[in-house]
């Protein structure tokens, strides 16, 4: 079967190679892997515009659902529905943009009852990481009347859902994004009909450029919660913005992994900045993330912000998340 494969980091991109079954024979676990799909991590790592791999060669992908072929744990017989998000896949393990995954059994998550493989593979680390963000957010008694809640990068998969499970609890969300032209309004149709999707009207949604420079450390109070996918300036203006006790929960570097803040909005206002991790997570906080996914979405609710691509496009389409030209989420079938 096929994967995207890099042989060494200094490959200019990864290469569809094929796999073997055998070659998983050393692990717990076999899986025939259905559905995959493309994270901001996967883009950088398949254009090798970062170094995500840690070792080589390297078989791409973060996440990957499918069916138990051979196993050597009770727990996951054969035919099971399962999926695996993160544990390092694609970094210092083997990925899941393949049609054959070998991991240690206990990686393996289960899929909600009643849920398909696309289904989950359509949220992924991403819809995963943005359930623990909202999970912070509501173990810090942040409550939707204490004042709305920023999601940075809300075109994206970790704000899209971030977004929407926020909204279904009934808080008033605020997106930033660069879809927007100079008039505020979205700056294509397709983001246009992503907004009308997650119900953010153009008073509920901020350009990225007014967050993306240095601003004072304390600024005007306008959020009690923050989500945010994207670090930098992005982070530290957000955190100036966060109104007194509240949170910001922080997940990403899209803009860059630097911080360039003061102990201000923390002294000052009270405020806490809470990272999430999602790589290394107990399967406590993996169960209850994908149980509030679950509660949220039906089976066909998340067929909107899809865009399902074969195995063979996944390389193009990388290059194309890396351009900010597509919204939502991108799934890859690995059949």
């Known amino acids: 079967m096929k994967a995207w494969k890099s042989e060494q980091a200094d490959q200019q991109e990864a290469s569809l190679c094929d796999v073997e079954a055998v070659e998983f024979d050393s692990e717990e676990v076999l899986i025939r892997v259905q559905y995959s799909c493309l994270n901001y991590k996967d883009a950088l790592a398949l254009t090798h515009s970062a170094p995500i791999a840690r070792t080589y060669p390297m078989v791409h992908g973060i996440d990957a659902v499918g069916v138990v072929h051979r196993s050597a744990d009770a727990r996951w017989p054969v035919g099971t529905l399962c999926q695996v998000n993160d544990w390092g896949l694609g970094e210092t393990h083997w990925g899941g943009l393949s049609g054959w995954l070998g991991v240690p059994a206990h990686w393996l998550s289960a899929v909600p009852e009643g849920r398909s493989a696309r289904w989950a593979a359509s949220l992924g680390t991403a819809g995963y990481t943005a359930a623990l963000c909202v999970m912070a957010?509501?173990?810090?008694?942040?409550?939707?009347?204490?004042?709305?809640?920023?999601?940075?990068?809300?075109?994206?998969?970790?704000?899209?859902?971030?977004?929407?499970?926020?909204?279904?609890?009934?808080?008033?969300?605020?997106g930033l994004t660069g879809s927007l032209d100079a008039t505020g309004?979205?700056?294509?149709?397709g983001a246009a009909a992503h907004f009308e999707s997650l119900g953010l009207e153009s008073t509920h949604l901020?350009?990225?450029?007014?967050?993306?420079?240095?601003?004072?450390?304390?600024?005007?109070?306008?959020?009690?919660?923050?989500?945010?996918?994207?670090?930098?300036?992005?982070?530290?203006?957000?955190?100036?913005?966060?109104?007194?006790?509240?949170?910001?929960?922080?997940?990403?570097?899209?803009?860059?992994?630097?911080?360039?803040?003061?102990?201000?909005?923390?002294?000052l206002r009270g405020i806490t900045l809470r990272g999430i991790n999602c790589v290394y997570r107990t399967h406590e906080d993996r169960d209850r993330a994908w149980a509030m996914l679950a509660a949220c979405f039906g089976e066909h609710d998340v067929n909107w912000m899809i865009q399902e691509v074969p195995l063979a496009q996944a390389l193009d389409t990388a290059r194309e998340l890396l351009a900010n030209t597509i919204q939502g989420r991108v799934v890859v079938n690995c059949g």
Do not use: W
């Open 137 to 174: 957010v509501l173990d810090h008694g942040v409550k939707p009347e204490d004042g709305p809640v920023l999601v940075t990068g809300v075109t994206g998969g970790v704000g899209t859902v971030s977004c929407m499970l926020l909204k279904s609890m009934g808080y008033e969300v605020v």
């Open 185 to 189: 309004e979205p700056s294509s149709p």
């Open 206 to 267: 901020i350009h990225r450029d007014s967050f993306s420079r240095p601003g004072k450390p304390l600024q005007k109070e306008h959020f009690a919660a923050v989500v945010d996918s994207v670090g930098s300036h992005t982070l530290a203006n957000a955190c100036a913005q966060t109104r007194y006790g509240g949170m910001v929960a922080a997940c990403g570097l899209a803009q860059g992994m630097d911080f360039q803040s003061s102990v201000a909005p923390f002294i």
